[in-house]
């Protein structure tokens, strides 16, 4: 239907972007470059971080802080990353790519990981925990962090949804030995796919960008900077990867970036209606609360009920697209070793929808929403 309300649409400023993007393309220069760098400036400055690199994707920053601290730390095959099975498969994915073993802890009422039960998993084998920000909610991740420290394990923020999330005005993440966001296209900085990655360490920073540029030690654009002829000579010491970004995608998220905080503000204010529409559904719609202290981006507001498929069914029927984030990752094949051992993401799983969050909505779409949900509720008896 015409009037159909989508779960995300992408708001790109288009004249802007084309402006930017123009650039590279005349230069003939659409790979690494100044707008790859200007990207990584403007995102330290943005975010108060020290180290930012810029890569084509959240999933490729994910897999190369596993390698920077495997090869650096000298973990072996096999050692444990804690992590939650209640996230986008690329999460635990890294995980594997890199030969570790990912080990599954609970979910609390923000749908992060709860710090009780990531204490339950610690053993002689556990290198790391894995934080994902669902939704760009905190959770109790000052917990998660105070588990790390008293444990000696690196903490890894997968920060894809949490482009902007601040707590107690600081942004997410300083604390992580490695913060990883995501650009692509749905997110809160939107571009066709990219991603930052972000070590405390300048070391580890100056390493990331080689493994990202396939072990090279300079890349392309570096080689051409340097006095007279171009510079076609380089070493290969490590066994790296083709994951950096692009002057194109970075053109894209230089725009972005100067919108984010204004759009993520307008998320809140979506969010905040919705939530007041739903408080006197309490007892049959549950909305995921934000952590205390947490200024979230808002990248989704979800909800939780009974009989998750056919509310979602009924909202379609109304012409009501929203989505699930996300399916418990042990109902996969791959990750089967680890069903069971979860029970509230497995409950969760069930019951979560995200409801449509985009930039495009009005006030009227969210009351829209908020009626078709209370019906579609009510009419399966959820």
Known sequence: MSDAIQLFVPKIRVDETLEAIRGPLEQGWTGLGNLTIDIEKAWNEYSGFSHSHFLNSNTSGLHLALEVFKRKLGWQDNDQIITTPLTFVSSNHAILYSNLQPVFADVDEYLCLDPDSVEQQITSKTRAVMFVGIGGNAGQYRRIRELCDKHGLILILDAAHMAGTRVNGKHIGHDAECTIFSFQAVKNLPTADSGMICF???????????????????????????????????????????????????????????????????????????????????????????????????????????????????????????????????????????????????????????????????????????????????????
Not at 281 to 291: G, Q, W, Y
Request: net charge negative.
């Open 200 to 382: 405390q360490d300048a070391e580890l920073d100056e390493y990331v960008r080689q493994l990202s540029w396939l072990g090279i030690n300079k890349d392309t654009y570096a080689r051409t900077q340097s006095k007279g002829a171009y510079k076609w000579k380089y070493e290969v010491d490590e066994l790296g990867y083709k994951y950096h970004g692009n002057s194109v995608m970075a053109a894209m998220a230089l725009v972005a970036l100067k919108y984010l905080d204004e759009d993520n503000a307008r998320r809140r204010e979506l969010a905040s209606r919705y939530r007041a529409l739903l408080a006197d559904h309490s007892d049959k719609i549950r909305v995921v609360p934000t952590a205390p202290d947490c200024e979230s981006s808002q990248h989704l507001i979800q909800v939780r009920v009974a009989k998750r498929d056919e509310v979602l069914a009924a909202l379609n029927d109304a012409g009501v697209y929203p989505g699930v984030h996300y399916r418990d990752n042990t109902l996969y094949s791959l990750y089967r070793f680890g069903h069971g051992h979860t029970p509230k993401s497995l409950l969760a799983s069930d019951e979560i929808i995200s409801l449509p969050l985009h930039m495009f909505l009005s006030d009227e779409d969210v009351d829209r929403v908020g009626a078709a949900l209370i019906n579609a509720v009510a009419t399966v008896g959820a």
